[in-house]
């Protein structure tokens, strides 16, 4: 079965330090990879995605993610958080678009 | 660019009634998804239309939920009879053209269930 899995439900970071999600994927995911956020009662947005174009994906806000297959990992990377960083973290793949579980992200002062 | 409207956006019924939800999607996309998200988890893919016809419902209890999308532009997400366990938010979202997965996804606000 096609899963997406996330490693950490709540990740804490301080302002200005780096920012690192993880992301795995079973491999009979087709590699169309996905990173959404979800604001505090806001929908879903689009961070970036994967289409196999180049393996180092760059979104916005400053994110960006490294498709590594033979690790089949997709990790979303920002330098330096801001406060405004604080949101829950999709990583989403393949058919039936699978949602992994999520990880919130806190950003502390 | 007008997004991806959903309405309500919040609804308590008492178990064994009925619900219905509406989305109207993001004009010229023929693909619309139906998502439920349990507090605490991922959204789960409901179902799949491609205009007006289902690509794929293998994750809709079919006993009790229902969808359509007459006209391949508007569509309705039913609950008949509703169950404490189907309190989540639905949230509806839209692609461009094409069964790919590779198209990105535009969602709605959601509607939050609440069934006591």
């Known amino acids: 079965a096609q899963s997406v899995t996330q490693l950490g439900s709540h990740v804490s970071v301080s302002e200005g330090a780096l920012v690192l999600l993880r992301c795995n994927y079973s491999?009979?995911?087709?590699?169309?990879l996905f990173w959404y956020v979800q604001y505090p009662n806001q929908g879903l947005q689009l961070l970036l995605k994967?289409?196999?174009?180049?393996?180092l994906v760059k979104g916005i806000n400053g994110f960006e993610a490294e498709f590594k297959k033979s690790e089949t990992s997709f990790h979303l990377t920002k330098p330096s958080a801001h406060m405004s960083d604080a949101a829950e973290y999709f990583c989403?793949?393949?058919?039936?678009?699978?949602f992994g579980p999520g990880t919130r992200l806190s950003v502390l002062p | 660019e007008a997004g991806v409207a959903q309405s309500p956006r919040y609804k308590i019924i008492e178990k064994r009634q009925s619900v219905a939800f509406w989305c109207n999607p993001i004009?010229?996309?023929?693909?619309l998804y139906w998502y439920q998200q349990i507090l605490g988890q991922g959204p789960k893919l409901l179902i799949q239309?491609?205009?007006?016809?289902?690509?794929?419902d293998s994750q809709l209890p079919k006993d009790r939920f229902s969808a359509e999308r007459l006209k391949g532009v508007d569509s309705t997400l039913k609950i008949q009879p509703a169950k404490l366990e189907d309190s989540a938010v639905y949230l509806c979202?839209?692609?461009?053209?094409?069964?790919?997965?590779?198209?990105?996804?535009?969602f709605g606000p959601g509607t939050r269930l609440t069934v006591t």
């Open positions: 979202a839209s692609s461009l053209a094409g069964v790919s997965y590779s198209y990105e996804q535009y």
């Open positions: 491999s009979s995911v087709p590699p169309y």
């Open positions: 994967y289409t196999s174009a180049a393996t």
């Open positions: 989403v793949g393949g058919q039936n678009f699978v």
């Open positions: 004009s010229g996309h023929a693909t």
């Open positions: 239309f491609q205009n007006n016809g289902v690509v794929d």
